[in-house]
């Protein structure tokens, strides 16, 4: 697995970013998140070794890109025109990015892009329904080849069949987990049923990718240490695939 972190830094835009992981990071060091820079991994893709070969190989899994920051946040809109060209260029690598900010996905967008480049995996971020039916209406509109949503946080339930029903061929996959670290907040195992059902009525890709920290399952609480929140979320057995029903991915 390859990350890509070219610029550093966020702002807190909604209630999942209460416990952001880059802020509690930070914070150990006394360092303020608020501030982007760029990073001085922010030419890696285009790095090479003695003979010439990329020193960023394709290893067969996505390059999560930007995940210490937001791809779209406006302080980056100056260095996302490179950070564009840099992707357009590595067809070779797959690129993954998250983000919370769809409505910006058109500053800084090359010109010839067209319905979206092949390489490039978008998924959108909400952590409730109000995230959901501010973020997706925009999202799911967009010229993006590969569009996928993520609940994580799940702060509640969330009905996504308005979307599910619309565009749910163009949504290659849903995912839900929990929140980790200190003060991480309830993710109910319900909830993360209620959304996998959602995606079985509709034939959409779901996986459950961890519990969080603070998990409730059959009105009780659990506390999960952090080594096993996936592993549990994978005990559960319940990642679906539209070919293959009740089998993991």
């Not at 697995?1 to 702002?11: F, I």
């Not at 067209?114 to 997706?136: F, H, M, P, S, W």
């Amino acid at each position: 697995m390859a990350s890509w972190n070219l610029w550093h830094g966020c702002t807190k835009i909604s209630a999942g970013c209460q416990n952001c992981y880059v802020y509690r990071r930070d914070s150990e060091f006394g360092k303020d998140s608020s501030l982007l820079e760029k990073t001085s991994s922010f030419d890696l893709p285009l790095r090479r070794k003695r003979d010439g070969s990329y020193l960023l190989q394709d290893d067969g899994d996505f390059v999560y890109t930007c995940f210490t920051s937001d791809f779209f946040h406006p302080a980056a809109d100056a260095w996302r025109t490179d950070a564009w060209r840099m992707i357009r260029e590595r067809k070779d690598l797959n690129f993954f990015i998250v983000t919370k900010r769809p409505e910006r996905f058109y500053e800084s967008l090359p010109d010839d892009w067209g319905d979206g480049c092949g390489n490039v995996y978008i998924c959108c971020t909400c952590e409730n329904q109000k995230t959901a039916d501010e973020r997706l209406p925009v999202y799911l509109e967009l010229p993006i080849k590969h569009k996928s949503i993520i609940h994580e946080p799940m702060l509640e339930g969330i009905n996504i069949e308005r979307y599910l029903s619309v565009y749910g061929k163009e949504i290659e996959s849903v995912s839900c987990g929990g929140e980790s670290g200190a003060g991480a907040r309830l993710c109910d195992f319900d909830w993360i049923l209620w959304t996998r059902d959602q995606c079985v009525r509709y034939g959409v890709s779901f996986r459950f990718r961890q519990t969080g920290a603070n998990f409730k399952k059959d009105g009780r609480i659990y506390s999960i240490p952090r080594n096993m929140q996936l592993r549990q979320a994978e005990r559960a057995g319940i990642n679906y695939t539209p070919s293959a029903l009740f089998e993991n991915e």
